[in-house]
């Protein structure tokens, strides 16, 4: 584990280097070019103390001597000079390794203030070289503050994701491994600390636990320590060539820089990661390994990908190369596990489809495995999931293994806490028990495992779309576990029927009346909303008697938008309803609260999926209706449910109360003073390629529609323009830290702030300050999203179409920037506060959904 002193050297480091290089990644670059400056200089300090020679600093490099550039009469200027050239000049240092030269190759100061350079220097000094495991973790954590590389659409992987797969995978000590987009050597490191721990005395494979399942402690130190396993049981020989055997690729020359560091470490001598485009070179083309693990690209660079021609699937898609690539270079009895983005799982472009086909014909595929869409939080919500193959299992059974992972031990927000719910170590026990099944001759008990399904190749092939998504294969619920009978509805309800609309008798809505109650009329809680009513006249409503309502009936969505359900209060009647809504008249031994909690279930809802019929109006029958069945406890036990429940939902609702009433607030001074948004800001629109040109769209340039500022956050794209696209309409590449402005649409009057470089449609103005020195970019949203509606609202509902010019004449105040970093803090506190509520209603619902299950007899 990583220790406190080390730990907060590294924050330190940082927070020295924030103000001038506020990039993690670069931040994290010049730690680490440091740390091995420092390191070779307390190596040939210690072989001089032994009586030896310094190794590395000598000859017309001795000047460049830590020591040397801690000597107190360098001014602070002539710091600056000595150190940026050393650093320069370090890789052609002839006394140094090869992989020593490689992490300095390219490396330069990029800063030039003096205090700056002498409080981080000063701190580096405090660390000691020791090739322990401590300085292994310590930079483990500094790398934990990598998040987006850019805009190559990588992201680190999480740890204990990387173990999760690694456990998977169970790389040999005598295999070859290989990450074709290593980032820093994450997949590598955990496969040789895999590799070590199973080749340990100390270690039980009955009691020892796997690192994805540790609870309570922070992300970057869920590590397996290997001191504690040695690898004792591996010869010299042994550890030789497994260090020789582990491989990886890179075409980032920072991310090479990073890993050679990283297994340096963690005790390789001699890292094998080079610098590599994976894509579009040939020179490793004929190397292969018998485990391949990536998180490759999600999305394809600036300018495309021009692959050379060895590929099976022919595309410019980095995600579809990068699996394709590692299909092919598998050895005959090889095995892999490969991250991908949701798209590969089923979109139905030729390339997607012809990828999925090739992974099942050929037997690579064996499992595919869910992952929660938060996984990479903060940098991107993505859904991602994993492929996992293996070539000799895949020739042994004609089904696909499915796992679904809904918590991986930490919550889905941006800090990515540890929380209770972990599902890793379940999924890793049923996808280990079903390997064990096909070794040892034993049937896989399905039933034994929640989240899993096994389905035959043949029935995923049936459509030619080959599509991997779980659900679709899912069959209809079956309920054979009940802790209380099951009874239908029909035999449990006075009546089962349904409403009748006013206009089919010769009836009109009028503006007041009688109650007339629809789909739209109650929300997706069941309540009804009266402003939502329409009316009839009594004399229609007397007319109506099939659709006259009762206290206590449950209203029961038959038709078009499925789930809405209701109890009808005493104090709507007299009231009635029309066709889309079944009107179930439980029996005394029923309560209707009970009644309505089951039918708003995900039980019922699977139910309906299964039974519904229509096309542009789905729809089922009222015998339908009365044939479905519920559990029915007894009177006193549907009490004790209804009464558990509605605390449930009392806090639920009132945590929503606090998120949909917050709004943020800036106590504007009337001293501080204003000016034009076209003065403090780049003001632009965007712009929409041709949608029936079919080369504008599909390409490496994030777009979005005005529909994006429904979100505070705008953090992903859904769609993809070309190069051409963007040069051929009116489109402009917004950077990120845009304040986006829904000017016309759907969204008007709303705001968000973009957190990606994208283009976006006409509909949106983006405004970025001209100097963030001057106007911080998250005050100029949150003053603009406080203001924008006065700026084009005239009146209740109603906003003006507003143009560019329109928007650069808004004034906003501008305080000083102390002031505008103490006002972004201060909001983003009580947003922390808004994001616990969310929380609290995602943990209740779940609560919720969970007490349901029990009472199906679920677990």
Not at 501 to 520: L, S, V
Not at 695 to 720: L, Q, R, Y
Request: charged share 25%.
């Amino acid at each position: 584990m990583l220790d406190v002193d080390t730990r907060r050297r590294i924050d330190t480091a940082r927070d020295i280097l924030v103000g001038k290089l506020p990039d993690p990644k670069s931040q994290v670059e010049q730690i680490t070019i440091a740390l091995i400056y420092k390191f070779m200089d307390d190596m040939d300090r210690e072989a001089l103390e032994l009586g030896g020679k310094a190794k590395f600093f000598t000859g017309e490099y001795q000047r460049y001597a830590w020591s040397k550039i801690f000597d107190p009469s360098l001014s602070g200027y002539d710091l600056v000079n000595v150190y940026g050239e050393a650093l320069q000049k370090m890789n052609l240092n002839p006394n140094i390794p090869q992989l020593f030269r490689d992490i300095f190759k390219n490396a330069f100061l990029p800063y030039r203030d003096p205090e700056t350079l002498k409080s981080f220097l000063k701190t580096i000094n405090d660390f000691e070289y020791d090739l322990s495991e401590k300085l292994g973790d310590a930079f483990e954590y500094l790398l934990s503050v990598l998040g987006s590389q850019g805009e190559a659409g990588q992201f680190r992987t999480p740890r204990h994701i990387i173990d999760f797969m690694v456990a998977i995978v169970d790389p040999k000590k005598n295999e070859s491994i290989l990450d074709p987009a290593c980032g820093t050597a994450g997949f590598l490191i955990s496969s040789y600390k895999h590799i070590l721990k199973h080749n340990s005395g100390n270690f039980d494979s009955e009691r020892d636990p796997s690192a994805f399942e540790l609870h309570g402690v922070r992300l970057e130190e869920i590590t397996i320590n290997s001191k504690k396993y040695s690898g004792d049981k591996l010869t010299s020989d042994d550890k030789e060539r497994l260090v020789k055997n582990i491989s990886g690729y890179d075409i980032s020359p920072d991310m090479v820089r990073l890993s050679l560091v990283n297994m340096y470490l963690h005790g390789f001598s001699n890292p094998r990661v080079f610098e590599y485009d994976t894509l579009t070179s040939e020179e490793k083309w004929n190397e292969y390994a018998d485990v391949i693990m990536a998180n490759p690209p999600f999305m394809s660079p600036k300018g495309g990908i021009r692959p050379h021609k060895r590929f099976s699937i022919q595309s410019s898609r980095s995600e579809i190369l990068f699996v394709d690539y590692i299909v092919e270079h598998l050895n005959p009895q090889g095995r892999a596990a490969v991250i991908v983005p949701e798209g590969i799982i089923f979109q139905t472009q030729t390339t997607h489809r012809n990828l999925r086909k090739m992974l099942i014909e050929k037997n690579y595929l064996v499992g595919v495995i869910s992952l929660p869409a938060g996984v990479f939080n903060p940098y991107s919500g993505v859904k991602t999931s994993i492929l996992w193959m293996d070539r000799t299992l895949g020739k042994k059974t004609d089904n696909l293994l499915f796992v679904k992972i809904e918590n991986d031990g930490f919550d889905l927000g941006a800090q990515r806490r540890p929380i209770k719910q972990n599902d890793l170590p379940n999924a890793f026990r049923a996808i280990h028990e079903y390997m064990k099944s096909f070794d040892n001759g034993k049937d896989f008990d399905l039933d034994k495992w929640q989240d899993v399904l096994i389905v035959p190749k043949s029935k995923i092939a049936e459509n030619d779309a080959y599509n991997l998504t779980a659900e679709r294969y899912k069959p209809a619920p079956v309920f054979t576990k009940q802790k209380w009978p099951l009874v239908k509805l029909g035999e449990i309800s006075e009546r089962v029927t349904k409403g009748t609309t006013p206009t089919t008798i010769g009836y009109e809505f009028q503006e007041a009346g009688i109650n007339f109650i629809k789909i739209e009329s109650i929300d997706e809680d069941g309540n009804l909303l009266t402003d939502k009513f329409a009316h009839v006249s009594e004399e229609c409503h007397s007319s109506l008697q099939r659709s006259q309502l009762r206290k206590g009936d449950v209203l029961f969505s038959i038709a078009g938008t499925f789930g809405r359900v209701a109890v009808v209060p005493a104090n709507v009647l007299p009231a009635n309803t029309n066709q889309a809504l079944a009107i179930i008249t439980p029996k005394k031994e029923v309560l209707s609260s009970y009644l309505r909690m089951l039918l708003a279930s995900q039980n019922i809802a699977e139910v309906v999926a299964g039974l519904k019929v229509g096309f542009a109006q789905y729809n089922i029958s009222l015998n339908q209706v009365s044939n479905m069945e519920i559990p029915l406890p007894p009177l006193e036990v549907q009490e004790q449910i209804v009464t558990e429940l509605s605390g449930y939902q009392r806090i639920i609702g009132g945590a929503r109360q606090v998120v949909d009433n917050y709004k943020p607030h800036i106590d504007v001074d009337p001293s501080w003073p204003v000016a034009k948004l076209g003065e403090l800001c780049e003001v632009k629109s965007g712009g929409t390629p041709q949608r029936n040109i079919a080369e504008f769209w599909g390409g490496n340039i994030p777009w979005v529609g005005s529909t994006v500022c429904k979100d505070d956050v705008v953090e992903s794209a859904d769609e993809f323009i070309t190069e051409e696209g963007l040069s051929n309409s009116a489109a402009k590449i917004f950077r990120k830290g845009t304040t986006l402005i829904a000017l016309v649409g759907a969204t008007i009057g709303k705001t968000a702030f973009l957190n990606l470089d994208c283009a976006t449609n006409q509909n949106i103005t983006g405004l970025y300050p001209r100097d963030t020195a001057q106007l911080h970019p998250k005050y100029l949203f949150y003053i603009t999203r406080t203001l924008y509606v006065d700026f084009i609202k005239l009146g209740e509902g109603k906003f003006r179409m507003a143009n560019l010019s329109f928007v650069r004449e808004r004034e906003i105040p501008i305080p000083n920037i102390d002031i505008q970093k103490y006002i972004v803090e201060q909001i983003e506190k009580e947003q922390g506060i808004i994001k616990a509520n969310k929380q609290l209603t995602v943990i209740f619902e779940q609560r919720v959904k969970d007490r349901i299950k029990r009472v199906w007899g679920e677990k």
